[in-house]
C-alpha cells in the first residue's frame, strides 16, 4: 500500500512547543508507516514586549519554503496557523488544500477557526497549579503574574482559570494581586511592585516559565528563598526549567501528545470521519523545587571537563561559521560553492541534505542581461542539486521543483521524513536546503544562524557573479561600437599601446591599416542608411575576418575603419588587403546588393621602438588610404 505524506508547516526549529507538536507527529507517522515532510522558516516571531520587527524582505523570503508544497503528492497537512510569520500565507495553504482536497489539522491556533484545530487547554492546566497550591500546600494568598492585559487569548484563558479555582474553594479574587508580564521581562517590574506591598504573597504564579524565571531572580537579588518565602510556579515546562534552581513547579502541555492526535484526526478525515471543530488535549502538572514538592538539591558546579565541551561546543561553532564566511569568499566557481557545508550538516546530525538552487540563478550565470531580471520571490520550474552529503546526486543535477529533492524518495523499506527550509537573499529566492535530520532535538538558534550565513554567502556569490557579467557588459558597450561590434575610438586609446608594446618585444612589424566604405553617402541617400548599415557591417565583418585574430579593428567613425597588425613580413599588409578587396567582390557577386559594397584600405607599417610615434603613424595610414580611395574611385569612373 502507497505510503501517505503528511505534511507540517511550522516556523522555528526548536520552538519548544511546536517541535515537540512535530516529534508527535513523526512518531505517529512511524508507527502507522507514513512519511512527513517539514516545512519550516527558521525565523521565529518575536517575543511579545521586544522591540523587534521583521522586515517585509525576510518575511517574504522565509514565506517562500510554504510555495514548494506540491498538494499532488501531500494526502494530509498539520499546519501551526499562529506561529506562521503571514497570515495571508496561512490562508493561501488553506485555499490550496481545499482546491485538492486535503484535510488540515491547525494545532495550538486560538485566533483561526479555518480548519479542524486542536487546543491545548490552558484553563485546565492553570487551574492544576492553582488547586496544587490551595489543596496540598494550603495557600489562600497567591498573587498572579498574567501575560498580555487585553487582546490576547492564552492570556485571559489563563488569568480566568486563576480567579475560577479561587472562587471554586471560597476565596474571594482581588484584583490587586493581578500584575500583567507580557510572557517577557516586564515580570521584573510586576515582582518589584509585589515586593512593596506591606505583605508578602504565599504564592506567585507566573502564566509562563520565562516570566517565573524573571520572577524568582528578583525575589533571589533581594535575598528571599524560594520556596521558604514565598512559592513561584510557571507555566510550560520549558526544557530550561531543568537547569534553573529551584526548578519551578510548572504545567506541561500536552505538545507530544497533540501531534500524535493531530495524525490520527487526519486519517479520520482520510476515511471520512468528520471530527469536531475543537479538539481538547489537556495538560498534566509537573512538580518542582519551587514549591517545596521536590527536595532541594545543591546545584553542582559542572565538572572541567564538562564545562570544556559545554563552551567549547559553542566556540567551535563560531570559528566554523567565520571559516564559512572566509571559504565563501574565495569561492570562483558554483560547483565548490557549498564544499564548507559537510561540516555544519555533520554538526546537526543531518543523515542527508541537499541544497537546491534555482535553475534560473545557476543554469544562466554565462547569459546575465543587464536589462532583465529574476523575478522576485518565485519559484523556478526546476532546481539544480549543488551539495552531495551522503547521497550519490551529481552536482549540477537538475530536476522538477515539484518533486521536491532530486532524486526518488526512498520510502520503500520504512516510512521517511525530509526538513525544508529557504534560501533567499535580498528580494530572490535563492533555493532551498532539503535534509533528512537525525532528530527532531535541534538547536534552532545555531540552525538559524547556520542557514542565514548559507543563504547571505550564497546570495552575495550569485549577485556578484551578475554584477561581474553586467560590468563585462557595460565596459563593451562603453569600448565596442554597438553597430559592428568592434573597439571605439576609446577601445583603441585602452589597448593600442599595450599592443604596440607586445609588437616591440616580439620583434615584429607593426602596420596601422585605415579603411573606408566606398560610396557610402550614395547608398544612404538611395537606398535608406538601413542598407547604409549593411554596407558598413559587411566591411567590418571582412576586415575581421581577413586580418589575425589578435589584431585591434576599430570603427573610428561612421565609414571608417583603423586596424592594429603585427607581421612577421613587411609585405603581408598588402596581401591582406587583396584579400580583403577579394572577399567582398565576391560578396558583391553572391549576395545580389542593390549597390556595389566598396571598401578602400591604406596602411602604414614599419618595425616600431620605444620611439616611435603611434599618432604619426595612424596619420600616415589614413593619408594612404585617402590616396587609395582616390584611386579606386578613378578607376571605377572608368
Given at each position: ?188 517590574d510586576c515582582t518589584e511592585e509585589i515586593l ?315 602596420s596601422v591599416i585605415c579603411a573606408d566604405v ?121
Open positions: 500500500m502507497k505510503r501517505k505524506n503528511i505534511a507540517v508547516c511550522i516556523t522555528g526549529f526548536d520552538l519548544e512547543y511546536e517541535m515537540d507538536v512535530v516529534y508527535g507527529v513523526y512518531k505517529r507517522c512511524q508507527e502507522l508507516g507514513h512519511n512527513v515532510f517539514v516545512f519550516f522558516n527558521p525565523t521565529k516571531k518575536p517575543q511579545h514586549g521586544l522591540d523587534l520587527v521583521i522586515s517585509e524582505t525576510v518575511r517574504n523570503g522565509e514565506m517562500m519554503v510554504y510555495k514548494l508544497i506540491n498538494y499532488d503528492m501531500i494526502d494530509g497537512i498539520v499546519i501551526f496557523g499562529e506561529s506562521l510569520l503571514d497570515e495571508d500565507t496561512y490562508f493561501e495553504i488553506g485555499r490550496k488544500a481545499k482546491e485538492h482536497g486535503i484535510p488540515i489539522i491547525n494545532v495550538d491556533d486560538l485566533f483561526h477557526d479555518n480548519e479542524k484545530r486542536i487546543i491545548m487547554s490552558n484553563k485546565y492546566a492553570m487551574s492544576a497549579i492553582v488547586e496544587h497550591l490551595i489543596t496540598e500546600h494550603g495557600l489562600t494568598k497567591i498573587d498572579f503574574i498574567g501575560g498580555i492585559e487585553f487582546g490576547n487569548v492564552q492570556s485571559t484563558e489563563r488569568l480566568e482559570a486563576y480567579k475560577a479555582t479561587l472562587e471554586k474553594h471560597g476565596i474571594p479574587f482581588d484584583k490587586s494581586r493581578v500584575y500583567y508580564g507580557e510572557f517577557w521581562r516586564k515580570a521584573i512593596k506591598k506591606p505583605e508578602l504573597p504565599e504564592a506567585i504564579v507566573c502564566a509562563n516559565d520565562t516570566m517565573a524565571f524573571f520572577c524568582m531572580d528578583t525575589l533571589k537579588k533581594h535575598g528571599l528563598k524560594i520556596p521558604d518565602d514565598v512559592i513561584v510556579t510557571g507555566f510550560d515546562a520549558l526544557s530550561d526549567c531543568k537547569d534553573y534552581s529551584p526548578t519551578p513547579t510548572t504545567v506541561k502541555r500536552a505538545t507530544f501528545k497533540s501531534g500524535k492526535v493531530a495524525v490520527d484526526l487526519l486519517i479520520d478525515m482520510m476515511n471520512g470521519k468528520e471530527p469536531d471543530d475543537i479538539t481538547y488535549v489537556d495538560s498534566i502538572l509537573v512538580k518542582g523545587q519551587s514549591c517545596g514538592c521536590i527536595p532541594f538539591q545543591k546545584y553542582e558546579d559542572m565538572s572541567y571537563n564538562e564545562r570544556y565541551f559545554y563552551y567549547n561546543d559553542f566556540k567551535e561553532f563560531t570559528r566554523y561559521i567565520l571559516d564559512m564566511n572566509c571559504d565563501f569568499a574565495n569561492i570562483k566557481e558554483s560547483k565548490h560553492l557549498f564544499d564548507s557545508l559537510y561540516r555544519g550538516s555533520s554538526i546537526f546530525k543531518f543523515d542527508k541534505i541537499y541544497i537546491c538552487i534555482n535553475s534560473e540563478l545557476e543554469k544562466n550565470q554565462e547569459k546575465i542581461n543587464i536589462d532583465e531580471d529574476i523575478s522576485p520571490w518565485t519559484v523556478p520550474e526546476t532546481m539544480v542539486s549543488m551539495f552531495i552529503f551522503k547521497h550519490g546526486v551529481p552536482i549540477g543535477t537538475e530536476f522538477p521543483t515539484s518533486q521536491l529533492i532530486p532524486e526518488p524518495i526512498d520510502d520503500k523499506d520504512a516510512p521517511v521524513a525530509y526538513a525544508f527550509a529557504p534560501l533567499y537573499f535580498k528580494n530572490v529566492f535563492i533555493g532551498y536546503m532539503a535534509g533528512i535530520p537525525s532528530t527532531i532535538d535541534i538547536e534552532g538558534d545555531l540552525l538559524s544562524t547556520w542557514l542565514t550565513t548559507i543563504s547571505n554567502n550564497a546570495g552575495s556569490f550569485y549577485m556578484n557573479n551578475k554584477l561581474e557579467k553586467a560590468l563585462e557588459e557595460l565596459e563593451l558597450l562603453n569600448l565596442h561600437d554597438p553597430l559592428t561590434g568592434l573597439y571605439n575610438r576609446r577601445g583603441l586609446n585602452k589597448y593600442e599601446k599595450e599592443f604596440m608594446n607586445e609588437t616591440i618585444e616580439n620583434g615584429k612589424f607593426l566606398d560610396g557610402l553617402k550614395i547608398i544612404n541617400d538611395s537606398y535608406g542608411h538601413e542598407e547604409g548599415d549593411v554596407a558598413i557591417t559587411t566591411c567590418s565583418k571582412t576586415l575581421v575576418e581577413v586580418f589575425p585574430k589578435d589584431s585591434i579593428c576599430v570603427r573610428t567613425g561612421g565609414d571608417e575603419f583603423l586596424i592594429l597588425a603585427s607581421f612577421d613580413n613587411e609585405d603581408d599588409p598588402d596581401k591582406m588587403i587583396k584579400q580583403v578587396y577579394d572577399r567582398i567582390k565576391e560578396l558583391n557577386e553572391n549576395e545580389h546588393f542593390p549597390y556595389k559594397v566598396g571598401c578602400s584600405c591604406g596602411h602604414m607599417t614599419l618595425k616600431p621602438d620605444k620611439d616611435t610615434d603611434l599618432t604619426a603613424v595612424k596619420s600616415e595610414a589614413d593619408s594612404r588610404m585617402y590616396i587609395e580611395k582616390h584611386r579606386r574611385k578613378t578607376i571605377r569612373k572608368f
